[in-house]
């Protein structure tokens, strides 16, 4: 099974791809490991190339049958994994509980030196323009490659840590 899970940041997204990971013994991959070279110390902040994005996702979808890939993102970079997924689920969270979870999320982390007031505030207003700018770019890609796709609302999810 091939499942790329995706909505607004603080959708719930890391959080049920770990628990269907979990369940159906499926790796998981964080795309935003991906995205983000935080090997700087300065999260969020530096993104890789689309050159090292897509040898590294390449990696993954070569060296895995089955994956379980979960981020925000509809651009090119991450096309042949659209492609190959059985099933897109869009996460369809409240923006102002999506916004809570961020703050709450980077407040936690406050004592890690790689918290980052820009990357929070950035966050915060890409989050914001979600659901009526990026989701409908999404939704757009999808349409046009032919890719299967559906709405998914959790009303809560906890998972055994």
Not at 84 to 104: F, G, H, N, S
Request: proline share 2%; glycine share 4%; charged share 25%.
């Amino acid at each position: 099974m091939k499942i790329y899970i995706t909505g607004g940041s603080g959708s719930g997204k890391t959080t049920y791809a770990k628990y269907l990971s979990n369940k159906y013994g499926i790796p998981h991959f964080d795309l935003d490991e991906i995205k983000w070279d935080n090997s700087s110390g300065r999260s969020y902040t530096v993104s890789r190339t689309n050159e090292e994005r897509l040898k590294l996702l390449n990696e993954i979808l070569q060296n895995n049958d089955n994956w379980i890939c979960e981020g925000v993102y509809y651009k090119d970079w991450i096309e042949e994994m659209l492609k190959m997924a059985d099933i897109v689920l869009i996460l369809t969270t409240p923006r102002l509980v999506r916004q809570y979870r961020c703050l709450k999320r980077s407040f936690m982390s406050i004592s890690i030196k790689s918290f980052s007031v820009v990357a929070l505030w950035n966050l915060l207003v890409w989050n914001h323009k979600y659901d009526s700018c990026y989701l409908p770019l999404l939704l757009n890609k999808l349409k046009l490659l032919n890719i299967k796709y559906k709405f998914l609302s959790l009303k809560k999810l906890t998972t055994n840590k």
